[in-house]
């Protein structure tokens, strides 16, 4: 493509992208040691930056301002998108585009403690893009299927999936691992280093570089310089995590290669050795053991020694050992095994987690307390995503129960609400105007019910997930 052609529109711009990251991907998978010495031209090109800023533009963080001060909105509607983005490139190409500081926010986390958010500014965040949108297919060709965080085409329920399938065939005995301060405390040189290993274009191995090494503007407005981590929140970020974290993916996958066939594996166990197989999403991992809490144990210490050249620590109060009858909680839901009723033979199932429904539940609630100066359509136009949403993950679970629960608890809730903004008024009345057949309507809005989702198990897909790349199309 010549690239002093015009803009091409979203359309066209996605179209070009997905054949480029396809050629990027087969190249890397046809090669596993080629170091890609020519990108940065890529990082700038038109269609690149078009569908860049098209994702940086429809995403919900689009409202939020970095150090600047200026919004996606600000940009289309005062600067205009094709001043902004011809701009931009222009600074890549001349190799005069340098990050800003990242403006830090504190987001409250359960049981009082925050975490770090890291805010980039527009500008930034559409070049942290369009370096994903080269860097990701060329890395997806070496990531493990055993990772499912942050990665095209895979979700949450995959990886709970796996833990099921596995925890229903002798893997009983659980590591979950915890890392302490994953996004901030990633080592930069571990990390570059993994980098390195593929990238050999210095100009894009910069570009990484100077956007881990960004200052931070706290929100004490004073700035202070970042030395190990990824921001939190950064477009870039999930990729470079995954990228730190395929060390601890690498090492098991290659232990289970070791360990041979399914018969030898039964030999092995007949042995006395353990089996074991990790399951990871993003920084949240377990080990499954088909073994005893001694082989658990054990790789407690080995988890924590792989991940040492990362820069990565396993939080001692948080890593645990436990047996599937004891259950556990990942990823918002509780798995555990025990017998099905009227029956002796146990089975695996999973749930919504307690701290998932307290979570809900807090979000009903907030939405249900204070102001009652708003409608009760504009109330049901608020709760009806968070509660269809939340209902959508977990109805892979044996979920039925708790969906019934929070239907009555969301009624309860908009119910009290309404005698709150109504004090004067009979249940007679307030049924009438409100609550035809019992529950909330308004206009069009209705309360959304919980307890009307069927429960579907999802279907297990192991390693037969597909690469969204799964095409030989030649760029153009």
Same mark, same amino acid.
Request: charged share 30%; aromatic share 10%.
């Given at each position: 493509?010549?690239?002093?052609?015009?803009?091409?529109?979203?359309?066209?711009?996605?179209?070009?992208?997905?054949?480029?990251?396809?050629?990027?991907?087969?190249?890397?998978?046809?090669?596993?040691?080629?170091?890609?010495?020519?990108?940065?031209?890529?990082?700038?090109?038109? +269609?690149?930056?078009?569908?860049?800023?098209?994702?940086?533009?429809?995403?919900?963080?689009?409202?939020?301002?970095?150090?600047?001060?200026?919004?996606?909105?600000?940009?289309?509607?005062?600067?205009?998108?094709?001043?902004?983005?011809?701009?931009?490139?222009?600074?890549?190409?001349?190799?005069?585009?340098?990050?800003?500081?990242?403006?830090?926010?504190?987001?409250?986390?359960?049981?009082?403690?925050?975490?770090?958010?890291?805010?980039?500014?527009?500008?930034?965040?559409?070049?942290?893009?369009?370096?994903?949108?080269?860097?990701?297919?060329?890395?997806?060709?070496?990531?493990?299927?055993?990772?499912?965080?942050?990665?095209?085409?895979?979700?949450?329920?995959?990886?709970?999936?796996?833990?099921?399938?596995?925890?229903?065939?002798?893997?009983?005995?659980?590591?979950?691992?915890?890392?302490?301060?994953?996004?901030?405390?990633?080592?930069?040189?571990?990390?570059?280093?993994?980098?390195?290993?593929?990238?050999?274009?210095?100009?894009?191995?910069?570009?990484?570089?100077?956007?881990?090494?960004?200052?931070?503007?706290?929100?004490?407005?004073?700035?202070?310089?970042?030395?190990?981590?990824?921001?939190?929140?950064?477009?870039?970020?999930?990729?470079?995590?995954?990228?730190?974290?395929?060390?601890?993916?690498?090492?098991?996958?290659?232990?289970?290669?070791?360990?041979?066939?399914?018969?030898?594996?039964?030999?092995?166990?007949?042995?006395?050795?353990?089996?074991?197989?990790?399951?990871?999403?993003?920084?949240?991992?377990?080990?499954?053991?088909?073994?005893?809490?001694?082989?658990?144990?054990?790789?407690?210490?080995?988890?924590?020694?792989?991940?040492?050249?990362?820069?990565?620590?396993?939080?001692?109060?948080?890593?645990?050992?436990?047996?599937?009858?004891?259950?556990?909680?990942?990823?918002?839901?509780?798995?555990?095994?025990?017998?099905?009723?009227?029956?002796?033979?146990?089975?695996?199932?999973?749930?919504?987690?307690?701290?998932?429904?307290?979570?809900?539940?807090?979000?009903?609630?907030?939405?249900?307390?204070?102001?009652?100066?708003?409608?009760?359509?504009?109330?049901?136009?608020?709760?009806?995503?968070?509660?269809?949403?939340?209902?959508?993950?977990?109805?892979?679970?044996? +979920?039925?129960?708790?969906?019934?629960?929070?239907?009555?608890?969301?009624?309860?809730?908009?119910?009290?609400?309404?005698?709150?903004?109504?004090?004067?008024?009979?249940?007679?009345?307030?049924?009438?105007?409100?609550?035809?057949?019992?529950?909330?309507?308004?206009?069009?809005?209705?309360?959304?019910?919980?307890?009307?989702?069927?429960?579907?198990?999802?279907?297990?897909?192991?390693?037969?997930?597909?690469?969204?790349?799964?095409?030989?199309?030649?760029?153009?």
């Amino acid at each position: 493509m010549n690239t002093d052609d015009p803009w091409p529109n979203a359309y066209a711009a996605r179209s070009r992208v997905l054949k480029i990251q396809a050629k990027l991907h087969q190249w890397a998978i046809d090669d596993s040691d080629r170091r890609f010495a020519d990108l940065y031209n890529l990082v700038y090109d038109p +269609a690149v930056l078009v569908d860049a800023w098209q994702r940086v533009k429809g995403n919900r963080g689009a409202r939020s301002a970095g150090v600047d001060g200026q919004t996606a909105y600000y940009i289309k509607a005062i600067r205009g998108e094709q001043a902004f983005l011809s701009e931009l490139r222009d600074d890549l190409k001349a190799r005069r585009f340098q990050p800003d500081a990242v403006r830090e926010v504190m987001i409250p986390k359960p049981g009082g403690k925050r975490r770090r958010l890291g805010i980039a500014t527009v500008r930034d965040r559409v070049v942290q893009a369009a370096l994903k949108t080269v860097l990701e297919p060329i890395f997806e060709a070496d990531f493990k299927p055993c990772s499912y965080g942050f990665r095209p085409g895979r979700r949450a329920q995959d990886a709970i999936a796996e833990i099921h399938y596995l925890t229903s065939r002798s893997y009983e005995w659980v590591l979950e691992g915890d890392i302490k301060a994953c996004f901030d405390e990633i080592s930069h040189v571990g990390l570059m280093d993994r980098v390195r290993a593929r990238i050999g274009d210095k100009r894009v191995l910069g570009l990484v570089k100077a956007f881990l090494k960004s200052d931070i503007l706290g929100e004490d407005q004073r700035l202070r310089e970042s030395r190990t981590g990824a921001p939190q929140g950064g477009i870039l970020s999930p990729l470079l995590s995954n990228i730190a974290l395929s060390v601890l993916d690498e090492h098991f996958a290659e232990a289970w290669e070791a360990t041979g066939d399914s018969h030898d594996r039964q030999q092995r166990r007949r042995k006395g050795l353990a089996n074991y197989r990790l399951v990871r999403y993003a920084d949240d991992f377990v080990v499954l053991v088909a073994g005893n809490r001694t082989d658990a144990e054990r790789l407690r210490g080995e988890t924590a020694r792989v991940l040492l050249p990362m820069g990565l620590r396993l939080s001692e109060e948080k890593t645990v050992i436990v047996h599937i009858d004891e259950g556990f909680d990942f990823l918002g839901m509780h798995i555990q095994r025990h017998k099905k009723r009227g029956a002796q033979k146990r089975y695996v199932y999973t749930y919504p987690s307690r701290a998932a429904l307290a979570s809900v539940k807090a979000k009903v609630r907030g939405a249900t307390r204070g102001t009652t100066n708003q409608s009760l359509s504009e109330l049901l136009n608020r709760l009806n995503p968070v509660l269809r949403g939340w209902t959508n993950y977990h109805r892979h679970g044996a +979920a039925s129960k708790t969906f019934s629960y929070l239907s009555a608890f969301t009624w309860r809730r908009v119910w009290i609400w309404l005698r709150h903004k109504h004090p004067k008024a009979t249940v007679k009345d307030l049924r009438r105007r409100y609550l035809p057949g019992w529950w909330p309507t308004q206009d069009e809005a209705r309360l959304f019910k919980p307890d009307t989702v069927a429960i579907v198990r999802y279907r297990y897909r192991g390693a037969a997930i597909p690469s969204p790349w799964a095409t030989n199309e030649s760029v153009a």
